[in-house]
C-alpha cells in the first residue's frame, strides 16, 4: 500500500513533540510490512526539502502556516493518484485533504485545540482560531478519525463525528523499561520535576507555586525543572525562580539529553503536569515506566494516562494549592507510595507501540 501523510512537523523539526514520536514509530513499522509513505510536512530553518528517514520519504514545503497551501499545490502537480490512502494529522489546523484529493482520507487528531487557542495565540487570533475550529471541523468530520485517548474522542464527538468512525490507540515510549524499580535510588530529598517545554499552555508556574506551598507549610524538597525555557513565558518562570526565597532548592536545567531525562525521571519522586489539556500525556507514562508517579491536573487527557489512587492522583481542583496538597498526600504515606509506584510501572509496561500499531492498522479498516 501507498500511503501519503500530511502533518505539520516531522521527527526532526525544532518543535517536535509526541506527536511525531507516535508517527515515527508507526511509518517504521509500516515500511517493515513492506508498504511505501511519503510525509509531506512543513519545513523549518536547516531543514533538507527532501529526506529519507528509516525507509520512508520526507518533502518539507513551505513554513508553519503557509505549509498547508504549499502541500495542496504539490499533490496536484506531483502526487495526485500515487497513493492508496491518504493519512491527515489535525494539528491546530487542517490540510482539508478530504476536500480536494481523491483517494480517502484517514484523519489523525491526538487533541483539539480550544482553549488552548487563548494559550498559545495572542489576541486577536486567538479569539478568531478558536471561534473558526468548530466551523472548519464540520468540513472534516466525516472522515474515519484516529485519536489517542478518551477525552480525545469526546471532544472531537461534540464536533459532529461519527462515533463508529474514530479509533483510539495506544501510545507508547521509545526507551527501555527500567527492569527492577525495587534498585533504584531516589534522590536524598524529596524531588519533584516537571519535565518539558516551560510554556503557558503547560501552566509550568503552578507547579513553581505548589512547590513554595509545600516549602511554606515546612516541607523539606526540592524542584527540578527540564525543558526548554525560550520565550516570554519561559523568561517570565526564570524571573519568578530567581525571586524565589527558595531559589537555592529549585534547578533549571534547561533541555536535557535522553540520558539525562531517563536518569531525572529514576530519580526523582514524583513528576507534575499542570497542562490546559494533552492528548494523553506521554511524559507520564515515560516516568511510570522507570518507577516514578505522576500527580496531574484534571484535564484531557490526564485524566486518562493516570488512574487516580492507583497509577498517580488527579487534583480535584487544577490549582497551585490542590497540586501542593496532593504531593504532600503522596510523600507523606510511604506505602501508598510504593503502591502507586508499582501500578504506575506496571501499567506502563501495556502502553507500547506494537500494541499502537496493531491497533493503528486495525483503525485504517475503519470505512
Not at 30 to 35: F, N, T
Amino acid at each position: 500500500m501507498k500511503i501519503l501523510w500530511f502533518t505539520w512537523k516531522d521527527k526532526y523539526h525544532p518543535l517536535a513533540g509526541g506527536a511525531e514520536v507516535v508517527n515515527e514509530e508507526v511509518a517504521k513499522r509500516l515500511v517493515k510490512d513492506g508498504h511505501e509513505i511519503i510525509f509531506v510536512v512543513g519545513g523549518f530553518e536547516g531543514g533538507k526539502k527532501f529526506d529519507n528517514i528509516d525507509g520512508y520519504k520526507v518533502i518539507r514545503v513551505g513554513g508553519r502556516f503557509t505549509c498547508y497551501w504549499h502541500a495542496y499545490r504539490l499533490y496536484k502537480k506531483n502526487l495526485i493518484g500515487w497513493a492508496d490512502l491518504i493519512i491527515e494529522e489535525v494539528n491546530t489546523i487542517p490540510f482539508f485533504t478530504n476536500l480536494y484529493a481523491k483517494e480517502k482520507t484517514h484523519l489523525i487528531i491526538h487533541q483539539l485545540c480550544r482553549e488552548i487557542w487563548f494559550y498559545q495565540m495572542f489576541f486577536p487570533l486567538n479569539l478568531v482560531g478558536y471561534l473558526l475550529e468548530p466551523v472548519y471541523l464540520r468540513l472534516i468530520n466525516k472522515c474515519p478519525t484516529i485519536t489517542i485517548s478518551e477525552s480525545s474522542k469526546a471532544d472531537i464527538l461534540r464536533h459532529g463525528f461519527d462515533k463508529k468512525k474514530i479509533s483510539i490507540i495506544s501510545m507508547g515510549i521509545t526507551f527501555p523499561i527500567s527492569e527492577n524499580i525495587d534498585n533504584i535510588k531516589k534522590f536524598n530529598r524529596f524531588t519533584i520535576l516537571s519535565l518539558g517545554a516551560v510554556r503557558e499552555m503547560k501552566r509550568t508556574i503552578h507547579t513553581l507555586k505548589a512547590f513554595e506551598i509545600l516549602r511554606n507549610s515546612g516541607f523539606d524538597s526540592e524542584l527540578i525543572i527540564a525543558g526548554n525555557t525560550d520565550g516570554k513565558y519561559g523568561e517570565k518562570f526564570l524571573d519568578l525562580v530567581k525571586k524565589s526565597e527558595y531559589q537555592k532548592d529549585i534547578k533549571c536545567l534547561g533541555r536535557v539529553s535522553l540520558d539525562q531525562k531517563i536518569e531525572l525521571m529514576q530519580k526523582s519522586h514524583v513528576i507534575t503536569v499542570t497542562s490546559v489539556k494533552e492528548g494523553w500525556g506521554l511524559i507520564v507514562t515515560e516516568a511510570n515506566s522507570q518507577g516514578t508517579p505522576a500527580v496531574v491536573y484534571d484535564v484531557d487527557a490526564l485524566r486518562d494516562s493516570v488512574q487516580h489512587e492507583k497509577t498517580g492522583l488527579v487534583c480535584k481542583n487544577n490549582a497551585p494549592r490542590c497540586l501542593a496538597e496532593n504531593i504532600s498526600k503522596l510523600a507523606s504515606d510511604s506505602k501508598k507510595y510504593e503502591y502507586l509506584r508499582k501500578n504506575a510501572w506496571n501499567w506502563s509496561k501495556e502502553i507500547n507501540f506494537d500494541r499502537c500499531y496493531d491497533e493503528f492498522l486495525e483503525a485504517l479498516n475503519n470505512k
